[in-house]
């Protein structure tokens, strides 16, 4: 069974630090994918990581992708309020992949405080 | 820009009724999606397609139903509600054009009293 999991699943951290977000996932992919979702809102496409090192950088956050240890990373840099929000990793369902299915992961829920 | 749309945001009912939720996108995707999610919980699949006229159960087993008959429009209705259903619905789409990364819509926020 493919499994995604995020950790940690909630975090409290103060503005300016540095922290963090690790997506293990459990089968065979090329590809991932992070989501940013705000309190009662919709899913917002934040990275898509195409191949094994990729690397994607927008502001205060940075993704990374290591397909052969199964695990992707989302840094935060010098934390600021606008950060607060749910963060989402997805990965594809290889073996039914002609579906476009995603499994998600159970979200990070990031709290900064001043 | 993603272009997809749910109507409505907001919905508050009574249980027994009829709805249909709404979702439409103008991308041309082939694929679409429906996720249910509590507030502050994870996303399940509840439906999927791949195409027109074909449609497939998600992981996540729902009373609702879907159709696909054109390629923009992906309702979801439940033929009678409960409180149960309470919940938020999210649609989706994607393509192999975009890698499969899927574009989400606004959601519509189900009350059912």
């Known amino acids: 069974e493919l499994k995604v999991e995020q950790n940690p699943l909630f975090l409290s951290m103060q503005e300016e630090k540095n922290y963090t977000i690790y997506c293990n996932y459990s089968t065979t992919s090329d590809r991932l994918y992070w989501y940013r979702q705000d309190p009662g809102k919709s899913l917002e496409s934040l990275f898509v990581l195409l191949s094994n090192g990729a690397v994607k950088q927008e502001g205060r956050l940075m993704a990374s992708l290591d397909t052969k240890a199964r695990l992707s990373t989302l840094h935060i840099t010098a934390a600021v309020h606008d950060l607060s929000a749910t963060y989402f990793c997805?990965?594809?369902?290889?073996?039914?992949?002609?579906?476009?299915?995603?499994?998600f992961g159970q979200g990070t829920t990031l709290q900064v405080k001043p | 820009e993603a272009d997809i749309y749910q109507t409505p945001r907001y919905l508050v009912i009574g249980t027994g009724k009829k709805i249909t939720l709404e979702c439409s996108q103008t991308m041309g995707h082939d694929k679409m999606y429906w996720y249910q999610q509590d507030p502050g919980m994870e996303l399940h699949l509840i439906h999927y397609s791949y195409g027109v006229n074909s449609t497939e159960k998600g992981d996540l087993s729902s009373e609702s139903t879907v159709s696909r008959i054109r390629t923009e429009h992906f309702p979801l209705t439940l033929e009678s509600a409960r409180p149960s259903h309470t919940s938020q619905y999210l649609c989706?789409?994607?393509?192999?054009?975009?890698?499969?990364?899927?574009?989400f819509g606004p959601g519509t926020r189900l009350t059912v009293l």
């Open positions: 997805a990965v594809p369902m290889w073996l039914t992949f002609n579906t476009g299915k995603l499994i």
């Open positions: 989706a789409s994607s393509d192999a054009g975009t890698g499969n990364e899927q574009f």
